[in-house]
């Protein structure tokens, strides 16, 4: 039997307290494209952040050829023949074609850059997938999308790698363009390179690949060859666990419809997206990363264009509208984007929990730091969040201490609508049950509540009703009861059950 | 150990926040007085008039700035706008127009340039700096226009006494400007603090996109700054004037940098969200001691520059050490 091109064997890594990889083996022939399936969150891109060297494995064994092999920085694994290509473009808008596929490891002679070599390395790479018509000179922000990741794969290409890592590849391209895309995969597999291919949509993987590893939870759970594998079977694999019991539930009544989004479109996602938000209840919107739910909830709420479609608020149509509008309306939008849009890091929790709402705490017109002080001390006792007093600045708490700040600035506004866009992602396990809790307790409370995740069991814990959002269509609203984490994740990657079922 | 103490180590960083830009000013001072031949001279009542009245021009231009900066921009248009508005009061004055008129006319055209900026990055979406370098020249051209290219002189009127020392030989009475500036200096520091329109300044430096998502108004919100900021622009021109007794259209020439030197020295970062008025005040006196005091020490005049520039990156490097002691 051959030595394989990579082979990675027991690998674990931790964060802390989180165990992001517990024991995961995975395997790569020459020349073989090979699938990386996993839900967001499933270890993925930590496994693939470790064999490029980003972070270290705690433990394990990593050969390449054979050889033992342990990437010290990413520049090492390049080196090494371990290239990378993430789902985000990464070029340098403003520099040449050329300038972007030798970036890092332009030729150079005492620090000059040697601009035949350059040039014809730059060509090389390019004519190897056969894309020689893309012009070297013009500068990257000027090509399309399609022509961008092309230039992104030459890149990876001019250090001749053994193993190419793809995150995700198609997942801002259009048809055609996947297309030239997977015949340029086909030739580097001619040429022998092996790829490592990352995508949630099984029937891609079941075109351009050879075989598959599913992940979930850390771990590797199966595996096998991607012709005999049936879809089924593989959406078992990546769902299989037990609903654990942190989701409270609180008994709510559901009452009337107070925000309703008839066919929001926004540019370019959503593509269609209609839904009844009624009051008291917890409606949880499922799907891939890129699906197009932040930007529907945005382009609701007035912080993107509005293509297309109407908002009606309790009733009343309230099309294009800004955010403080919405905000007068009893709207209130977390952001999936604690950090960079969600709070102000360096100012105090006081102003970060009262921005959108003063009015109480002022006398004649002038804001009473002693009323704002205690108004954000109530919010954190009642949150239960850990820290030294409302002056602190945002920036020096805790994830999950962050995220209650930032749900308690919609509370102190006394929002009556919440849309809450990922509002667990990246905080610890105590301080997500305690957001499941108070969700509960605001809906019992009659608030409306838009839950957007990525993470099944949690919408499966705490919603009344779940929306599947899939290439920018929010297609059917079901009563939880009515739905399987199977038939949610089948009905993302696009391959509602009915059609699996006449397929397998 | 570190958590019983951190309580009181967290309110003595406070103090030392609001204290440090003071230290630093009875560092300054202090640092002029060692030298004995000068001491008597600088550390007199009549020296502090002094000082006092060559701070206010910077000080009435930082009080604009620290609004500005604060939301995260800049205006480098001051100097310009100075010398064009001392220009225009100048130029009515000596057309016989009341002083009454003239003083709101030329606040208002500093405000109305300062409209134009707003307008302009907020509209445009452009770089505060670049159109502000702009207006920079706009500005100065229209000084010297409007001035034929030399000093305007005007007639004695009542706008002289804004900046005049009457009784120079001692601390009181205070020429009017001082008294002006520091009774806008305690309402901005009102506003900043204690108003929704102040708030929104800090949460629009702070964060563009959270304050977009609180549903402020960023771009109204940023006309009304600059706006703002140009106002007290056109009355630091206006003392200007005052103060030369004459419309100068190449007066205030780097002034700017003084102005925008003291809200930094003051405590307030260039990346907005950050700094207050009473550090910005401190600042600019700061600056004028550091003048005053190398002046009547008989330093060249390039020491000084030498020196003034040391002192505004010290300070800043200081303020940076105690953040990155803080986080």
């Known amino acids: 039997m051959p030595t394989p091109r990579l082979r990675m064997v027991d690998v674990r890594k931790s964060f802390g307290a989180t165990r992001a990889l517990q024991n995961v083996s995975f395997e790569v022939e020459p020349g073989e494209v090979h699938a990386l399936i996993g839900e967001n969150g499933a270890g993925k891109s930590t496994l693939m952040k470790i064999l490029s060297g980003a972070y270290v494995a705690d433990s394990g064994h990593i050969e390449l050829e054979g050889r033992p092999f342990r990437a010290a920085d990413p520049l090492h694994a390049r080196r090494c023949g371990i290239a990378m290509i993430y789902q985000e473009l990464n070029l340098a808008p403003h520099l040449s074609v050329e300038e972007n596929i030798v970036l890092g490891e332009e030729p150079r002679r005492f620090g000059w850059v040697n601009r035949k070599e350059r040039r014809a390395l730059a060509r090389r790479a390019l004519a190897q997938l056969q894309h020689d018509s893309i012009p070297l000179d013009a500068p990257a922000c000027t090509r399309t999308i399609a022509e961008q990741q092309i230039v992104e794969i030459a890149r990876a290409l001019v250090g001749q790698p053994k193993v190419l890592i793809m995150d995700e590849p198609t997942s801002s391209l259009t048809r055609v363009d996947t297309e030239n895309l997977y015949a340029a995969i086909g030739r580097l597999k001619q040429q022998g390179v092996s790829i490592v291919y990352i995508s949630h949509f099984l029937e891609e993987c079941q075109r351009v690949c050879d075989r598959y590893t599913v992940l979930r939870d850390g771990t590797t759970v199966g595996h096998g060859l991607m012709a005999e594998a049936q879809l089924g079977e593989i959406i078992r694999l990546l769902v299989g666990r037990e609903v654990q019991d942190i989701y409270p539930r609180i008994p709510h009544t559901i009452g009337e419809t107070i925000l309703e989004f008839r066919q929001l479109a926004g540019r370019p996602k959503p593509r269609s997206a209609s839904l009844r938000l009624r009051a008291g209840e917890i409606l949880g919107i499922a799907g891939l990363v890129g699906a197009g739910r932040t930007e529907m909830v945005r382009a609701a709420f007035g912080l993107d264009r509005l293509a297309e479609g109407t908002v009606h608020v309790r009733n009343r149509l309230s099309g294009l509208a800004q955010p403080r509008r919405r905000l007068t309306e009893g709207i209130g939008l977390l952001s999936e984007n604690r950090k960079e849009e969600g709070l102000m890091l360096n100012r105090s929790l006081a102003d970060n929990l009262t921005l959108t709402h003063f009015g109480p705490l002022a006398r004649f017109g002038f804001i009473s730091s002693r009323l704002q002080r205690q108004a954000a001390r109530r919010w954190m006792e009642e949150l239960d969040v850990h820290a030294q007093g409302p002056g602190q600045s945002a920036a020096e708490l805790s994830g999950g201490n962050q995220q209650k700040i930032a749900i308690g600035r919609l509370l102190h506004h006394e929002a009556g609508i919440l849309l809450l866009d990922e509002p667990t992602r990246g905080i610890d396990v105590g301080s997500k049950a305690q957001i499941y809790r108070l969700m509960g307790q605001l809906a019992a409370q009659g608030k409306a509540i838009l839950f957007i995740s990525s993470y099944l069991p949690e919408l499966m814990g705490i919603c009344d009703t779940i929306g599947v959002m899939c290439r920018g269509v929010l297609s059917d609203i079901r009563p939880v009861a009515e739905w399987t984490e199977h038939s949610i994740i089948a009905m993302a990657i696009g391959q509602p059950e009915s059609q699996l079922e006449t397929k397998s | ?327």
């Open chain 2, 1 to 327: 150990m570190g958590n019983t103490h951190s309580p009181t180590r967290a309110r003595m960083r406070q103090v030392l926040n609001v204290l440090g830009p003071f230290l630093g000013l009875l560092v300054v001072i202090g640092f002029f007085s060692l030298n004995p031949e000068v001491r008597p001279y600088f550390l007199s009542g009549a020296n502090f008039k002094v000082i006092l009245s060559q701070t206010v021009i910077v000080a009435v231009g930082a009080l604009g700035m620290t609004m500005i900066i604060v939301s995260g921009g800049i205006d480098l248009s001051v100097g310009s706008v100075v010398a064009l508005t001392s220009v225009v009061a100048a130029v009515l004055l000596r057309q016989e127009w009341i002083p009454l008129l003239v003083i709101p006319l030329t606040v208002l055209v500093g405000g109305f340039i300062g409209f134009i900026n707003g307008v302009t990055i907020a509209g445009l979406r452009m770089m505060p700096f670049i159109v502000t370098l702009g207006m920079m020249g706009i500005a100065r051209g229209t000084a010297k226009w409007l001035a034929g290219n030399q000093t305007v002189n005007c007639p004695d009127s009542p706008v002289n006494d804004i900046m005049a020392l009457h009784q120079p030989m001692q601390l009181l009475p205070l020429p009017p400007g001082v008294w002006i500036a520091s009774g806008l200096a305690i309402l901005m520091v009102l506003v900043l603090r204690q108003t929704v329109f102040g708030r929104y300044i800090f949460a629009i430096g702070s964060n563009e996109a959270t304050a977009r998502l609180c549903g402020i108004r960023v771009q109204r919100q940023k006309v009304l700054i600059y706006t703002l900021g140009g106002f007290f622009f056109g009355l630091a021109g206006l003392m200007q004037m005052s103060r030369l007794a004459q419309g100068d259209p190449s007066v205030a020439v780097g002034l700017e940098l003084d102005v925008i030197a003291a809200v930094v020295i003051g405590g307030a970062s260039l990346s907005g969200g950050t700094g207050s008025i009473l550090g910005s005040m401190i600042g600019a006196l700061i600056m004028g001691v550091l003048r005053n005091g190398s002046n009547m020490s008989d330093w060249p005049n390039y020491m000084q520059e030498i020196i003034i520039g040391i002192v505004i990156i010290l300070a800043v490097a200081l303020d940076r050490l105690r953040q990155r002691r803080a986080s």
